[in-house]
Nanobody, 121 residues
Framework: QVQLVESGGGLVQAGGSLRLSCVAS????????KAWLRQAPGKEREFVAGISWSGGVTFYGNSAEGRFTVSRDENKNTAYLQMNALEADNTAVYFC??????????????WGQGTQVTVSS
């Protein structure tokens, strides 16, 4: 059973930065795509960014383009989401997910529990 554990969330002022981490354990998913999605209160889950198993292909949602960077280090079984120039409407629970292919929706096999990101204005 694969487990994904996110960390790095917290409270930050608008304009600040955070780096989220997602550590995978319990299974072999080095050949899986990894993605970050988020869900704000009262809103649907939204795709933020994703990276292919090789790291050679990255996708970003509209809200992340130009400010967020997704990466992975398979030596550490870890995926990252670097978030810069954060805005109040980036406040949400951020989830890490993994699956056989990148998907702009929620079609992933494994999910973490999420980490809260709160941006104060």
């Amino acid at each position: 059973q694969v487990q994904l554990v996110e960390s790095g969330g917290g409270l930050v002022q608008a304009g600040g930065s955070l780096r989220l981490s997602c550590v995978a354990s319990g299974g072999t998913i080095s050949n899986y795509a990894k993605a970050w999605l988020r869900q704000a209160p009262g809103k649907e889950r939204e795709f933020v960014a994703g990276i292919s198993w090789s790291g050679g292909v990255t996708f970003y949602g509209n809200s992340a383009e130009g400010r967020f960077t997704v990466s992975r280090d398979e030596n550490k079984n870890t995926a990252y989401l670097q978030m810069n120039a954060l805005e109040a409407d980036n406040t949400a629970v951020y989830f890490c997910a993994a699956g056989p292919s990148l998907d702009y929706g929620s079609n992933y096999d494994d999910w973490g529990q999420g980490t809260q990101v709160t941006v104060s204005s």
